[in-house]
């Protein structure tokens, strides 16, 4: 049987995990949103603008397409500047977003 003064460390350890995983969770919620709301400057979520519609876009082809403007390889007249302002996690994070975002 565990001693009280242990069960009392254990349950303050899985407190304490429970809440830097809640934490974490917040932190990555923000930073997805902080990632795509620029996006959303060119891009709009109801597909009325010029520019491609980024709600449900595949997310292997986002991430490629990011990968693309940022080395030069697909011409663009901002995207490539935009893209080389985000790491490849990013591209991901993103990617995940809007392929999950439905209208």
Known sequence: MMKPVFRIAAGGAMVLAC??????????????????SSCFSCHSIDATGNMPNLVGYPR?????QMQMFSNGSRPSTIMDRIARGYSEADYVVMADYFATIEQ
Do not use: K, N, P
């Not at 809440?19 to 795509?36: C, F, K, P, W």
């Not at 292997?60 to 490629?64: H, K, N, P, Q, Y």
């Open 19 to 36: 809440g830097l995983v809640g934490s974490q969770a917040m932190a990555d919620a923000g930073r997805e949103a902080m990632i795509t």
């Open 60 to 64: 292997d082809l986002m991430i490629s």
